[in-house]
């Protein structure tokens, strides 16, 4: 246990495994920590209002003169009222990303009269109502208008917001909120200035880190862990290096602009030593994430034959064929298929006494039914251009699979829509990259998504549409693609 202290009537209590999981039941936390509060009855159910904290993380202490210096200008100077409103305007303005009316503040300051008519000292009663204005929705909650306001635009400071938020994800900058207060993100140049220099800034980091793993789905990543009998070559380091090798390519693309054709073929892509060593490719020299070039013997190049792509569509003993079709159409297309009809077998490992057949095999003889066939044929053989990679990733030519006989040779050969036939990956990847208008739709919706922090409509498409056709003219360049969606009329919408 990590002991925290008692701090007025708020008990802390954490309960952390030396494991790293978390306190999960009473009857675990009984033997980790037997004199904390009892917070299940015997039956799982909360006794009191509960509120798990997964991880907690704090600096200090800030003692820098830039720190002290940012301190000093949200506190009040003295006890007048003059000092006492000008201090916490500045601080509810920076914390609200906005400015606020003479009654926002008169409620801060007739909190903070209580608190002192109560006995408590100014400083106190000081910090009470800052509280109040982080405690507040404004601060927490980012607003854009009400539903009284008949205005589909954001103003100018919800354009900062949603700006910083989408490429920073933290709040405005002084520098950005200045450009609000004197009307310069209204135009487009304008905007297209703070867009250039918050790219700049390392803060950017955390789009290109965030928005690729919402947009790949990376946090399924190893949410079905492999069978350590069945794949001895993974572990929690090749996972997690999986991961970065995905968010690192995405980082690579956006900070030298690259072709967005490159998501699909591309002769090189980022690993460190353990992943080299996984694909097969030559050993490092440097430790630590770098570019690396591909060969056509590689088998690899483009997101979708990198193994975090391939294992999050697989399950703990086997790829899945279906669900790889499924993730491609929603991440490439941004089309969800339908699900299944209900009662569906699932598909069952081959018995023992029968031939071997690939998963693929089986899957062909289910889609025979009339009832699955439509929906399969669409489907389908986005998966089936990737049977040479297992489950967690690894190239193969043959299925590994129970029955009577030898492993059957895998097939990664399929035909798309308009007969468009493919041998392998790599045909189906160049077939891919041939589509890149229709990418560049389903690309900017989900830069919307991540943007406007909600699922799109068959209303947006049109506008969607026109970003992306904007977009074609740099030639699908990814930074470059991102800005033509922050300078169009979509982002400023409410």
């Known amino acids: 246990p990590f002991p925290f202290p008692t701090d007025g009537n708020h008990t802390r209590n ?8 978390f306190f999960i ?14 917070l299940f009855d015997d039956d799982g159910k909360p006794i009191h209002p509960l509120l798990i904290i997964d ?62 008519a109560a006995g408590e000292t100014f400083q106190s009663a000081f910090r009470t109502a800052m509280t109040g204005i982080l405690t507040s929705k404004n601060f927490y909650y980012l607003k854009e208008g009400s539903p009284q306001e008949k205005r589909a635009q954001l103003d100018d400071w919800e354009l900062a917001s949603r700006l910083s938020y989408f490429l920073w994800s933290s709040t405005p ?18 905007l297209k200035e703070q867009f250039r220099r918050m790219i700049a800034d390392p803060k950017a980091e955390r789009f290109t880190e965030t928005f690729p793993r919402q947009w790949l789905q990376l946090h399924q990543v190893g949410k079905f862990p492999p069978d350590p009998k069945l794949y001895p070559q993974y572990d929690l380091w090749l996972e997690k290096s999986m991961t970065r090798e995905t968010v690192g390519y995405f980082s690579e693309m956006f900070a030298n602009d690259m072709p967005m054709r490159e998501f699909f073929v591309s002769d090189w892509t980022i690993a460190n030593p353990r992943l080299a060593a996984f694909y097969g490719l030559p050993p490092l020299e440097k430790s630590g994430f770098q570019k690396v070039s591909l060969k056509p013997e590689n088998n690899r190049g483009g997101l979708l034959t990198q193994a975090s792509v ?6 703990g ?22 699900p299944p009809p209900p009662n569906v077998d699932p598909i069952e490992p081959t018995p ?56 059957p040779p895998v097939d990664p050969s399929g035909t798309l829509p308009g007969d468009r036939f493919f041998k392998n990956a790599d045909e189906f990847k160049k077939l891919a990259a041939d589509d890149i208008d229709r990418f560049a739709e389903a690309f900017a919706g989900q830069l919307a998504t991540f943007a406007l922090r909600r699922m799109m409509t068959f209303d947006d498409r049109t506008e969607l549409r026109a970003i992306a056709k904007e977009g074609a003219g740099e030639d699908y360049r990814l930074r470059s693609f991102v800005e033509t969606f922050v300078l169009s009329d979509f982002f400023r919408k409410r």
């Open 352 to 407: 023992s006494d029968k031939p071997k057949a690939t998963v693929r095999m089986q899957l062909e003889a289910h889609a025979s039914n009339s009832a699955c066939a439509s929906c399969h044929s669409k489907i389908d053989p986005y998966g089936f251009a990737f049977e040479n990679y297992n489950a967690i990733g690894l190239w193969r030519t043959e299925e590994i699979t129970s029955g009577k006989g030898s492993n």
């Open 25 to 38: 039941h009473s009857k675990d936390a009984s033997m980790l920590n037997p004199t904390a509060y009892k």
């Open 55 to 116: 991880w907690i993380e704090w600096e200090g202490p800030l003692t820098s003169e830039d720190d002290l210096a940012k301190r000093k200008n949200y506190l009040a100077k003295d006890e007048s009222e003059v000092s006492v409103r000008d201090a916490l305007k500045r601080f509810a303005e920076r914390a609200w990303r906005r400015p606020l009316d003479n009654a926002e503040v008169d409620r801060y300051v007739a909190l903070i009269a209580s608190e002192r």
């Open 14 to 21: 954490v309960l952390d495994h030396q494991d790293h999981g």
């Open 317 to 338: 003993t086997r790829h899945r064929p279906v669900h790889r079709g499924v993730w491609y159409s929603e991440a490439i297309f941004g089309r969800t298929p339908p």
């Open 173 to 190: 900058d002084e520098v950005l909120l200045q450009a609000a207060s004197d009307g310069r993100l209204r135009s487009k140049e304008g």
């Open 310 to 315: 391939l294992m999050l569509t697989s399950d």
